[in-house]
């Protein structure tokens, strides 16, 4: 070895080790560190500048004076359902179920603009497939609970752009006319051709009665248990590892899932009744006037939003500034938007109002909820006054005064009872005011003048949506001309229709049941304290299915009715890990044709 260099091996080196193995990795450490220090720096600076411009103060609001006239004009006409779904833009008169006059519920047959979609270049009107009209007329059978939702989710309503939109309007109609008065399946031809391969190929045929009676001595039996289970009954021992693969993977001695037949235990009714609903109802009014018999206002927020989905419409746009300071502009689904419930209508208390802000978006955000202080200035600054100012002394001495007044107001029940042991109430109440239908249209029209000023500019671009759920029952009937009075008998008590806009949606559908309803045996029951079972037996309960061929035969039906190019999601759920049985999902795609004539999704479930 050399000397020089056993001698340098040998030297003890002092200091601090090296922060960086080679000079270049200093080098390239310094470029990051004065990259991050600009960034940083533009960022302060963008922040101080939003800072600045939109907490410029809360100006006091001037009384609005101009007499309103609800709003944006709208036309008004006599909307027609049509093809017994409510549909948006569509101006053709498709056959009628069993009445002269379905409703008139719709706006003018004003198709909408194309929307942007987030990729920047707007739908073209090209995209009409040539493909036959979709109609399935086959025997009638199973059950169908069919809900097409008829929406275009557009920003902006024109005229009639061309032939083709109309079409395509007309022939959408037809297409959900047959949805509801025909079957959607297989036809007898189809299904005993079926039955005679499914023969063929598999070997084992139990039915879902037999398999679960086979395997219900496998679990040890608690439920009829006058005690608990203590460990002296050694319950997990009494089950051995191939049981539990059979309870809990469903999974046999090979290895191999059994196939449940479920025509070993199919029955034949002819005993079944049809009904028709509205079971939601969802869209965009162009003002607050829309309650026509006035809005139970909420003050405050809740602490969990209630909207919780996108109501299956397109996303729209929202504005931000990103982590350097640019302004971005993306699109979102509508639960993902800052908004607050607004209230519910008088009168049909089922619709609720929201308010959406999109300038209120923010990149890092985990909740769609207003942060506090957005809240604050919202109250304090623009809707509060603008309340103040349009009611009377009368019935603004019942309302909240500031933004501290109502959550004072609805935390004060909770904060009292805290010494107790029990609380009896909520931490927050949820309280509600009466704000007549005479000014709402005022208050609307002041939130608009006030939300361009300075220090409230991203409120700009608010928006109202109406949404109305789990209607199904409400509206039911056994003809389509009784469920539309029962509905209507709602809509126009509380819905003032010259605010509807092209922008609404009605979720409608048809039911197939047994006439004979299910019942449950209780220890009450006469028939049983008399011992009298055989009369319960004779008559037992059943539950109408959709088969899987039958969801597979109208999935291949609507991919045929698109073009090549445009794409429609189609989900299948199993119902309880059946593989013969389940439900279907269809929704349109943002660029479908059929989107931009009017379907939204439908949906076939058992």
């Not at 006239?69 to 909307?79: F, Y």
């Not at 350097?324 to 699109?331: D, E, I, K, L, P």
């Not at 073009?563 to 999902?585: N, R, V, W």
């Amino acid at each position: 070895m050399d000397e020089s260099l056993g001698s340098e091996l040998g030297r003890k080196r002092r200091g601090r080790p090296r922060q960086y193995a080679t000079p270049q990795d200093k080098t390239n450490a310094n470029v990051e560190q004065r990259r991050a220090k600009r960034q940083k720096a533009t960022s302060d600076k963008r922040a101080e500048q939003h800072a600045h411009f939109y907490n410029a103060g809360t100006l006091s609001l001037p009384p609005v004076s101009l007499q309103v006239d609800g709003g944006a004009s709208v036309q008004r006409s006599d909307h027609r359902l049509e093809s017994a779904a409510m549909l948006s833009e569509i101006g053709c008169h498709a056959p009628e179920l069993d009445g002269p006059d379905f409703s008139h519920l719709l706006p003018p047959p004003t198709p909408p603009l194309e929307p942007y979609l987030p990729g920047g270049s707007p739908l073209g009107s090209d995209e009409v497939p040539g493909v036959p009209l979709l109609v399935s007329g086959h025997s009638e059978g199973d059950t169908e609970n069919l809900a097409p939702m008829a929406a275009v989710d557009t920003m902006e309503t024109s005229p009639p752009a061309d032939a083709d939109h109309e079409y395509r309007v007309k022939r959408l109609g037809r297409q959900l006319v047959q949805q509801l008065v025909k079957f959607q399946g297989c036809c007898t031809d189809c299904h005993r051709s079926a039955n005679v391969q499914h023969d063929q190929t598999q070997r084992e045929h139990i039915g879902l009665a037999a398999y679960l009676e086979n395997t219900a001595d496998i679990c040890p039996e608690v439920l009829s248990s006058t005690r608990i289970a203590s460990p002296e009954d050694d319950l997990s021992g009494k089950i051995s590892s191939s049981d539990r693969r059979r309870v809990y993977c469903g999974l046999g001695s090979g290895g191999q899932a059994p196939h449940i037949c479920l025509n070993e235990d199919e029955l034949f009714t002819h005993v079944a009744g049809v009904s028709f609903d509205v079971d939601s109802v969802t869209g965009f009014p162009s003002n607050l006037a829309i309650a026509k018999q006035g809005i139970r206002w909420s003050p405050t927020q809740m602490p969990v939003s209630d909207l919780q989905s996108d109501l299956h419409l397109c996303p729209r746009p929202v504005q931000y500034l990103d982590m350097v300071g640019n302004q971005r502009r993306v699109y979102r689904p509508v639960h993902q938007i800052p908004h607050y419930t607004f209230g519910r209508l008088i009168g049909f208390e089922d619709v609720s109002l929201y308010l959406l802000f999109p300038n209120l978006y923010r990149e890092e955000q985990k909740s769609s909820r207003l942060r506090d202080e957005d809240f604050r200035t919202w109250m304090d600054g623009v809707l509060l006054p603008i309340i103040h100012n349009h009611y009377s002394n009368s019935h603004v001495q019942h309302y909240p005064s500031s933004y501290d007044h109502s959550k004072y107001n609805a935390t004060a029940r909770g904060i009292e009872t805290l010494a107790q042991s029990v609380h009896p109430v909520v931490r927050e109440q949820q309280l509600k005011y009466y704000l007549p239908p005479e000014s709402l249209g005022a208050v609307w029209a002041s939130i608009q003048h006030a939300v361009p000023e300075p220090g409230f500019r991203h409120f700009r671009d608010i928006t109202v949506l109406l949404q109305a759920k789990n209607l199904k029952v409400l509206t039911k009937d056994i003809t389509w001309s009784q469920t539309m009075a029962r509905f209507r008998n709602y809509w126009t008590h509380a819905i003032d229709e010259e605010y509807v806009t092209a922008d609404f949606y009605f979720d409608v559908g048809k039911e197939t049941c047994p006439q004979q309803a299910s019942r449950a045996t209780s220890i009450g029951d006469e028939g049983v304290l008399n011992g009298d079972i055989d009369n319960l037996a004779c008559t037992p309960a059943g539950t109408l299915l959709y088969k899987r061929c039958c969801l597979q035969s109208y999935s291949h039906l609507a991919q045929n009715d698109v073009a090549a190019q445009e794409i429609e999601k189609q989900m299948f759920y199993p119902f309880s890990m059946l593989h013969d049985t389940g439900s279907l999902t269809v929704e349109t795609g943002q660029r479908s044709s059929r989107r931009k004539a009017g379907l939204l999704y439908c949906t076939l479930v058992f």
